[in-house]
């Protein structure tokens, strides 16, 4: 059974269908990455496993749990078990770095503030932020905003988490040092859904490789025969162009 099975789902934006039957699972421990042109609906798949897309049509299941989308309850109890990084870090820029990876797990979840810090200092360690957890966000570069963004995710102790072009926003020189935070964390195991741009990177870090294309998935599968061997005629002029480049 996989942890993740994303069966047919459609969506929306008003009118205009934006996700035309998207299926793939993703296996505990898999690191899926969802590639493709600008537009393709990468990001608002992501999106609709948190509910933050409503999804029309179709089923997302955990562990063979359906998820109802519909219920509130059942929203809450997704987002307790997928956590979700964004392009823009969005630090909370009057709280140090340390209080921003605990105020959710302490205020949201009412855990114990010793022991959320503890855990807290780990994972600043995991991402190589460890050193920086009295600091303030104005303080940090770019990357390692993104990377305190990725320690605030994990202090939720999810199960699955979605990053959403964690680097497209950040400089060149600042991109690897938020990639080897996401390499350290498939070492340890962690079960990832990635939307990324930087194809070396999710060639070397994949399990799988989903090609999407106008809301559709296109092709799937391991990152060599994705990369070197894809079947359909989209997907050789995609790659064809990125790799390329």
Sequence with gaps: MPHLAVNDIHAKYGKLEVLHGIDFDVDRGEVVSLVGPSGSGKSTVL?????????????????????????????????????????????????????NVTLAPTKVKGRNRKEVEAEGMELLKLVGMDHKAKAFPDELSGGQQQRVAIARALALRPEILLLDEVTSALDP??????????????????????????MSFVREVSSKVVFMDNGQVVEAGDPSAIFDGPKSDRARDFFGKVLRG
């Design 47 to 99: 999106r609709a496993l948190v509910g933050l897309t409503p999804v029309t049509s179709g089923s997302i299941e955990v562990d063979g749990t359906r998820i109802d989308y519909s219920a509130p309850r059942a929203v809450r109890a997704a987002r307790d078990r997928m956590a979700i990084v964004f392009q823009q870090y969005n630090l909370f820029q009057n709280m140090n770095v340390l209080r």
């Design 173 to 198: 020189e600042l991109v690897n040092e938020v990639l080897d935070a996401i390499r350290r964390l498939a070492s340890e195991g962690m079960t990832m859904l990635i939307v990324s741009h930087e």
